[in-house]
């Protein structure tokens, strides 16, 4: 099992999304999309990245923390973590 970290900044304009390694990685470069004003809103989610031995697919699925990104005064970001969603 490797963990890893998804990363998804939206809004009006391109935006973006991706996967890092570690945590640092994944929130600069959501950052990144927020002070260049291409997403207004950003997440990062901790995941396993599995390889499919059983069904030949690989996938990524939701393991642990989950941030949401505010940005402040001067452009500042700060992440605050989500609380997990309760469901089946």
Partial sequence: MI???LWQADGPRQGGRGI???CKAARRAAAECLRSGTATAATIE???AEIGMRTL???Y???GPRWQARVGAQGRVRWV???A???A
């Fill in 20 to 22: 890092s390694g570690d």
């Fill in 81 to 83: 973590p989500l609380k």
């Fill in 3 to 5: 963990t890893v970290f």
């Fill in 85 to 87: 969603e309760r469901g």
């Fill in 57 to 59: 697919t690989d996938g």
């Fill in 61 to 63: 699925y939701p393991t």
């Fill in 46 to 48: 901790e995941a396993t």
